[in-house]
């Protein structure tokens, strides 16, 4: 991917190569790459707009940068410091306030509606292997696991208020239910590419 956007701006100029990335449409290749590995701050559309760079571009190509960024949450996560997390699980929300051992504790949940639609069309285009771990609950569990994975949201729920059109392919991953929990270990979520490489380096 770095090899095709080096030889793009090699024979194109890097101007005229932006101005390319930044058309209207889908997002790119390369987009989608850094956004797994949550470095948005990377892509040519954080750059574009940025002094002095948004000077160079058109409105429709500052517009089309910002909402893609937007998009992802990348405007509210400016600035948020990286807070370790709690939750049980990623649709957790942690009550405040103290409890007496063997107390009763109240979970809240977040109760987002999601399509099921969009989780389907991600497990049919990834398949139902962890996207981070390459898990597969078929081949430890037989006839049991076959088809089953949960989906991570690469931009959580609450980066966007309302709702939103969710792209199955671009915004959604599947994962098993312990990288799940680990992704959500963190808020802002820890990167899929950051936890891949903390499987691969663990001891």
Known sequence: MAHRFRQKVERDGGLSAAKH???????????????????????????AIESPWDKLFTKVELDTAKARLEEFGYFKRLGVPTVSSSQLSPDELPVTGAYPEGATKQLVVNAYERDARARE?????????????????????GALGKGFIQVHHLAPFGLREGPRLTDPIIDLRPVCANCHCMLHRRNPPVAIEELRQIIKTKP
Not at 123 to 140: M, Q, S, T
Request: hydrophobic share 40%; charged share 25%.
């Open 21 to 47: 990335w930044l058309r209207p449409g889908p997002i790119t290749k390369g987009f989608q790459r850094l956004l797994d590995h949550d470095r948005l701050d990377l892509s040519v559309e954080a750059v």
């Open 121 to 141: 069309r991600c497990i049919n285009h990834f398949g139902p292997i962890c996207y981070v771990c390459e898990f597969d609950f078929e081949k430890a569990y």
